[in-house]
C-alpha cells in the first residue's frame, strides 16, 4: 500500500478523489477486457455510484487528463470512454507497484 500511495504522489498523475479512483479503475477492468465503454454504460459500472456523480467524475477524470471520448463511428449520440496515455501510464504505474510489493512480500 505504501508504493501505490508513493504512486498517488508522482506529480506525472493527477490527484483523483476516491470515486474517481474508483471509476478509473472499473473502467480500466473494461478496457483490459477489451470492452468499450459508452459514457451511459460508464454511468452505471457501480450501484454505489450514482449516475448523476459517475457523470460528474467524468467530466472531471476528462478535465484532468485521465479519459477521453470518442464518437461512435455509426451513431454520432452515443460516445465511448477512452484511456488518455496518462490513463495508460497510470494502469502501467500502479501494475508495476504492486508487483513490486508482491515481489518483496
Known sequence: MNLVHAIKQIPTFPSM???EERLLAMLGVNW????KVSVLEAMGLSTEISATTAHRRLKTLRKKGMIDLDTDKIDSRVKYVVPTPLAEQYFVTLGQAIDKAHQSG
Open 17 to 19: 478523489d476516491p470515486v
Open 32 to 35: 483490459h477486457n477489451g470492452k
